[in-house]
């Protein structure tokens, strides 16, 4: 990974696969090296949870961010909101941009359209963070149980991030798409993987315990599985170094098959550059993208993600 990420280019378009809208984010640095990543986030929430992954990633090829259809402001098509069913519109974005072996990232229920993609397709590399559900715990209650207790270990900012994403999706939705992910058995679909995977956690995720990750290596064809220290189910946000880190050293083949990583490697650092202009700056930008979703102006919410980028560039950058 380069120290310094290059800013990245922005751009977001709609794909449209019949009445389905899967709003795509491109971030790009011109690294140029034929290597495309495609992110999908979880349950309700957007593509803003990848705000720091996305430029990391970029740095070593195409990022595609996926808003998929009913979350961040994208319509709910009518369609049943099954893995499947987002699994399609992920195929459907893979085609559309002639992506023929990206990367494919998921977090959270974002892992199970993943691992729903790679039953159809081979495709060389993927990367499974916070997967979900534990089949013993597969009951709302508990759920809202162990994403409680993971959340108190989460920052104000992810949770700011996550209640801006809950209202855009709405709870009608969002509780919609709630029985499609309970009754999801990641643990027998990922025997028809047909991929190098990637298990990450953080030492907190309530929602992915220890045992669902083992029980997903032993019936995965092949992976690896680390664990993030200090980090909880967020991780791919709050140690975002670290998930990129990994992801690159996964890709590669450089990685053991089981490991834990210090927080202090993997977790976002302070800007280099936080004052006050710059806080309002993000604070202004991130509004911005909401209200523009709201509305339903795709170019209101490519200026903002554009404006935030570059906020978050001349935050962290090395000035020299």
Excluded at 83 to 103: I, M, T
Excluded at 106 to 120: F, P
């Amino acid at each position: 990974m380069t120290s310094e990420p290059p800013p990245a280019d922005v751009d977001v378009e709609t794909f449209r696969r019949g009445r389905a809208r899967t709003r795509v984010t491109r971030v790009s640095t011109g690294a140029g090296t034929g290597r495309d990543f495609v992110l999908v986030a979880g349950i309700g929430v957007a593509s803003t949870y990848f705000e720091f992954l996305a430029p990391l990633l970029a740095a070593e090829g195409e990022v595609y961010a996926l808003d998929l259809p009913g979350f961040a402001g994208v319509p709910a098509s009518g369609d049943q909101p099954t893995a499947a069913f987002f699994a399609d519109q992920v195929e459907g974005v893979l085609d559309h941009y002639g992506l023929r072996d990206p990367v494919l990232v998921g977090h959270s229920m974002g892992t199970q359209v993943v691992t729903e993609v790679l039953t159809r397709r081979e495709l060389s590399h993927a990367v499974l963070v916070s997967p979900v559900v534990d089949e013993g715990e597969a009951r709302a209650g508990v759920q809202a149980v162990r994403f409680a207790q993971s959340t108190v270990r989460e920052s104000l900012h992810i949770a700011l991030l996550a209640v801006s994403a809950y209202l855009l999706c709405g709870f009608l939705y969002f509780f919609e798409t709630l029985p499609y992910m309970l009754r999801y058995r990641i643990s027998d679909r990922i025997v028809d993987a047909r991929s190098h995977l990637l298990l990450i956690r953080g030492e907190f995720d309530r929602p992915s315990p220890r045992r669902l990750h083992s029980r997903l290596v032993e019936r995965a064809r092949s992976a690896r599985r680390w664990e993030i220290e200090g980090a909880a189910h967020c991780v791919v946000n709050s140690h975002a170094v670290g998930v990129a880190r990994l992801t690159m050293e996964h890709v590669r083949d450089e990685l053991a098959r089981k490991g834990r990583m210090p927080a202090a490697e993997a977790a976002v650092p302070p800007a280099q550059h936080a004052d006050v202009r710059m806080v309002l700056g993000a604070a202004a930008s991130r509004l911005a993208e909401w209200i523009s979703a709201a509305r339903r102006d795709e170019t209101g919410v490519e200026r903002a993600k554009a404006r935030h980028a570059r906020v978050l560039w001349e935050a962290y950058r090395a000035r020299r």
